[in-house]
């Protein structure tokens, strides 16, 4: 089972500031590196596939890259609704698994 | 648009049974790959099963194989989730997802349902 370790587990932040969140695979998973947004109370939104390739509706701000076992999801300026939780997850091999999340908290 | 409803939350005991579903409109349902996802309480996401969209191949996580099965009816539109020996740890909140891609390989789940809450215990 291909494991994901994302950092940090909190990251707080202000709005207009740039956040940086990592995932870590313990094998490769080529560019199958998936990302995903929750809010409290919501179900989870695609945001990036394949590593860097942006979902339908994605703002600007997001940014995916990395590959192999190294991966980042940038949002250059932090708006309002941008503080959420994000979880990477890989389509590379069954089962498929996701990393334990990153919390982005309004500083 | 894409609409994926679940069915009411559920209140089960330990060793119980129950089915849940999850029904699709808005897209070709045959065409894509559709999955369940849980999520405990206060916790991150884990991927339950995925059904394939023609064939009905199913997948599963180690935590739920032998006690849960994932089917489908193409002709209804809709996918369900048999939950047999159920455990207190299967405690959680199941999204069905729906493939991002006709014909997929690996989930990319691109649209969710509101979520199905299952409550464990005695």
Redesign the interface.
């Given at each position: 089972e291909i494991v994901l370790t994302q950092s940090p587990a909190t990251l707080s932040l202000s709005p207009g500031e740039r956040a940086t969140l990592s995932c870590r695979a313990s094998q490769s998973v080529g560019t199958y590196l998936v990302w995903y947004q929750q809010k409290p109370g919501q179900a989870p939104r695609l945001l990036i596939y394949d590593a860097s390739h942006k979902a339908t509706g994605v703002p600007r701000r997001f940014t995916g890259s990395g590959s192999g076992t190294d991966f980042t999801l940038t949002i250059s300026s932090l708006e309002s609704e941008d503080f959420a939780v994000y979880y990477c997850q890989q389509r590379r091999n069954w089962p498929i698994t996701f990393g334990q999340g990153t919390r982005l908290d309004i500083k | 648009e894409v609409q994926l409803l679940q069915s009411g939350g559920h209140l089960v005991q330990p060793g119980g049974s129950l089915r849940i579903s999850c029904a699709a409109s808005g897209f070709t349902f045959s065409s894509y790959d559709m999955n369940w996802?849980r999520q405990a309480p206060g916790k991150?996401?884990?991927?339950v099963s995925?059904v394939r969209s023609t064939s009905g191949d199913t997948?599963y996580?180690?935590s739920v194989k032998g006690r849960f099965t994932a089917t489908r009816d193409n002709s209804e539109n809709t996918v369900y989730l048999q939950m047999n020996e159920v455990r207190a740890d299967d405690t959680a909140v199941y999204?069905c997802a729906k493939d991002?891609v006709p014909f997929g390989?690996?989930?990319?789940?691109?649209d969710?349902?509101?979520?199905t809450p299952v409550t464990v215990s005695s």
């Open positions: - | 996802v991150g996401l884990e991927w995925t997948y996580a180690d999204y991002a390989d690996f989930p990319l789940l691109g969710w349902g509101q979520g």
